[in-house]
């Protein structure tokens, strides 16, 4: 694969945008019993790819769902002079008359990733999967040095590239993801940097504004082969747990780092457990959480890349996993961002939790909100009375009356299910409060205003007024403007 010359894979890339294979087409098979496993819904979405026979169809039927191209439409779609090359090369394979790809090519906002399929054993090379999406809101539009830490086929790490970024580096404990990360650079154009090592190690000594990472998380059963892309321990979490520790050194003043990852539900919050990982390092830690996968769903879905086609290692495998999973995570599982941040010299350090409906709604904007804001309430009085604070964008405020009379309305700023900030109760005080802070230039010009529609002085409101504050930047219902 290395061995592929740039002209061989340019000129892959320009028969595939001619034949409009992109995210569009992509997302549209992707969105054919969304949610299924692939080895049950397959047969199906190349029956209907093959029904809608464009060119996109085809390229996603033979490099995203695993399916057989007749040589005559192959030599179509690529041209007759690249499908010999792409044969020479391994990337495709001959199969009964037709071709194969032995390889996945996914799109993702306008680049393509070549990598192994999921199911392709323990030295498989991980590609783009809805986490990776999730972690690549992260990117802010004109990032600094981004490192992207066990980069798999190297997405995260390409995409901060296309974006300008003013360093891309890609690291990972696997050769085989070094070298398809190394080709997907070429394939897109792109200059990112590549290493292979454990964790930190190629890195030593070098600093990053953002560190983006989606480590092995799955659990190991005792008696299966572990992935190196997958199993992140017998409890699914220690190797996330480790990379976290490690993240701090390698992060500049002010500079932030993202990992996504499932941990076994537990008494004890996520926040504490990824502390305790970090020691005593100088960071500070927000941790957002949702739902996690289901444990039968879990077991499911990894037992089929044990084997694909649902055969009798598999309802050996899939018992495996659930009962190990009963083992070792007895509730279930809950999904984290957890993501740190050097704090500039002399700043305060914040350590905050919020669980969250959604991870679609948690981008790069939004998370730099709710972290300005932890920033501020871990600051002192002074600055917090000076910033001017305002409801996170996205707010409604909502007064819901009952038929009785009797009961108060209710107040609230509500925000769509599927983003950051969580709804925030209010009282009638508090919407006089909020109307306040949204027309005054700092926190203590709305103590004034509280305080004169009150009737009371403003250091008799100041404690309501910060408190509201605070509280309202804790859950990003409020936002530093
Ligand atoms: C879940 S995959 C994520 C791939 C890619 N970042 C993405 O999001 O699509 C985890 C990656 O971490 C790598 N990895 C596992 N252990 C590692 C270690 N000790 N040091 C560095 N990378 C490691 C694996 O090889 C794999 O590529």
């Not at 085809?58 to 040589?71: M, P, S």
Request: aromatic content about 6%; hydrophobic content about 50%.
């Amino acid at each position: 694969m290395e061995a592929l010359p740039d002209a061989v894979l340019r000129e892959l890339r320009e028969a595939l945008r001619r034949a409009g294979y992109g995210d569009e087409i992509a997302d549209e098979a992707e969105s054919l019993a969304y949610g299924m496993i692939d080895a049950v819904r397959r047969p199906v979405i190349a029956w209907r790819l093959r029904k809608v026979g464009t060119p996109a169809a085809l390229a996603t039927l033979l490099f995203l769902h695993a399916g057989r191209l007749e040589r005559r439409a192959a030599s179509a779609l690529l041209g007759p002079g690249l499908l010999p090359a792409l044969l020479g090369a391994g990337l495709l394979a001959d199969a009964d008359g037709g071709v194969v790809s032995r390889f996945r090519l996914t799109p993702l906002q306008g680049l393509l990733f070549l990598h192994d399929p999921f199911e392709g054993g323990p030295e498989t090379a991980m590609g783009p999967g809805i986490t990776t999406v999730a972690l690549a809101r992260l990117l802010p539009p004109s990032p600094g040095a981004v490192l992207d830490v066990g980069c798999g086929a190297g997405t995260l790490a390409l995409l901060a590239a296309a974006r300008g970024a003013r360093r891309a580096v890609g690291v990972d404990l696997s050769e085989r993801a070094v070298a398809l990360a190394r080709v997907n650079a070429r394939l897109n154009g792109l200059a990112a940097e590549f290493r292979a090592g454990d964790l930190l190690a190629p890195v030593r000594g070098e600093r990053f504004d953002l560190l983006l990472s989606q480590p092995p998380y799955v659990v190991a059963p005792p008696g299966l082969a572990p992935t190196t892309y997958l199993h992140g321990g017998t409890r699914g979490d220690e190797l996330a747990l480790r990379f976290a520790a490690a993240f701090p050194e390698a992060l500049a003043e002010g500079g932030r780092a993202a990992l996504f990852f499932d941990l076994p539900k537990a008494a004890e919050p996520v926040h504490r457990r990824v502390r305790r990982a970090l020691g005593g390092a100088r960071v500070s830690l927000a941790v957002l959480t949702g739902a996690g996968p289901s444990s039968e769903l879990s077991a499911m879905a990894y037992a089929t890349l044990e084997d694909p086609a649902i055969g009798p290692r598999y309802a050996e495998a899939v018992l495996r996993y659930r009962e190990h999973i009963e083992a070792v995570a007895p509730a279930g599982f809950v999904r984290a961002l957890a993501v740190l941040e050097r704090p500039a010299a002399g700043a305060a350090g914040f350590e905050a939790a919020l669980e969250v409906g959604h991870f679609d709604g948690v981008d790069a904007a939004a998370l730099s909100r709710w972290l300005a804001g932890l920033a501020l309430v871990a600051g002192p009085e002074e600055a917090l009375r000076a910033a001017a604070v305002r409801p996170a964008p996205g707010a409604r405020l909502t007064v819901t009356r009952r038929l009785d009379a009797d009961t108060p309305p209710t107040r609230a700023l509500r925000f769509a299910e599927k983003a950051l900030p969580r709804d925030f109760e209010l009282s009638e005080a508090g919407e006089a409060l909020l109307e306040a802070l949204a027309v005054a230039g700092s926190v203590a010009e709305a103590e004034g205003l509280f305080a004169e529609a009150c009737g009371r002085s403003p250091e008799a409101v100041r404690a309501t007024v910060t408190g509201f504050v605070r509280d309202g930047l804790g859950r990003a219902a409020l936002a530093p403007a």
